[in-house]
C-alpha cells in the first residue's frame, strides 16, 4: 500500500471482528514505532503488547470509547479489540513524551492498516487502574496512550466539515469523520 493512500483511508474503527492478530504484525507495529522519528533521538517510549484474550477482555472496562457517539460508538461484547498496545514514557530518559508519542502512534496506526489491522487511539484511559493490572510502576513510566487493535467491523470515513467536527454515524452504519479543507487549514505567508 502506498503512504499517500494509507493516510486518506485510515480512519479509527471502533467495532472489530473477533479475528485474532499474529504475533509477528504487532511486533512488526513496535518496530515502525520504535523506528519513529524522535526530537533529539532521545528514544523515551516502552510499549506493552497486551494480546491473549483473557488480559485483553481485562483492559477494555478501563478504556473510553467515542465521545460524540455515546449510543454506538462503544464497542459491545463480539466487537472489541483483539490486541491492545500501550504507549509508555520511561521517566529515567525525560518528563514529557507528546511528541514521540503522537510519532509512534501514527506509525503504528499507519502500519496496521497496511495490513488490513484497524486501530484506535485511545486516551481516554483509567491509567491508575491500568498501570496496577499491567504490574508497571507509576514511578518509573507514564502510561500515554493505548492503541486498541482489530480487523474492522465497521466502516469509517473522511467528509467535508460542514460546521462541526462531530463524526457521526450515517444510515449506512458507516462512521464519518469531518474534515477542514486545505483552504482552511493553509495559511499563506504575506511577502
Do not use: H
Not at 512488526?28 to 517510549?45: C, V
Not at 457517539?69 to 466487537?79: A, I, Y
Not at 462541526?164 to 482552511?184: A, G, Q
Request: net charge negative.
Amino acid at each position: 500500500m502506498e503512504v499517500s493512500k494509507a493516510l486518506i483511508e485510515r480512519r479509527t474503527i471502533r467495532k472489530f471482528t473477533q479475528k485474532r492478530i499474529e504475533a509477528q504484525d504487532l511486533t512488526d507495529l513496535i518496530e515502525y514505532a520504535r523506528l519513529a522519528a524522535y526530537p533529539a533521538n532521545m528514544q523515551p517510549l516502552k510499549f506493552a503488547v497486551i494480546s491473549d484474550a483473557e488480559t485483553v477482555d481485562k483492559v477494555f472496562p478501563f478504556t473510553k470509547w467515542a465521545g460524540y457517539l455515546p449510543e454506538t460508538g462503544t464497542p459491545k461484547e463480539g466487537e472489541r479489540p483483539t490486541a491492545y498496545i500501550a504507549i509508555l514514557g520511561d521517566k529515567s530518559i525525560k518528563n514529557s513524551f507528546e511528541v514521540e508519542a503522537g510519532a509512534a502512534v501514527t506509525s503504528m496506526m499507519l502500519g496496521a492498516w497496511e495490513k488490513g489491522i484497524a486501530s484506535c487511539w485511545i486516551g481516554s484511559l483509567n491509567r491508575k487502574e491500568l498501570m496496577e493490572l499491567f504490574k508497571i510502576s507509576e514511578d518509573d513510566y507514564a502510561l500515554l496512550y493505548i492503541l486498541a487493535l482489530g480487523y474492522p467491523a465497521q466502516k469509517s470515513q473522511a467528509c467535508n466539515m460542514t460546521d462541526s467536527v462531530r463524526y457521526f454515524e450515517d444510515e449506512n452504519k458507516t462512521i464519518n469523520v469531518p474534515k477542514r479543507s486545505v483552504e482552511e487549514v493553509l495559511i499563506e505567508f504575506k511577502k
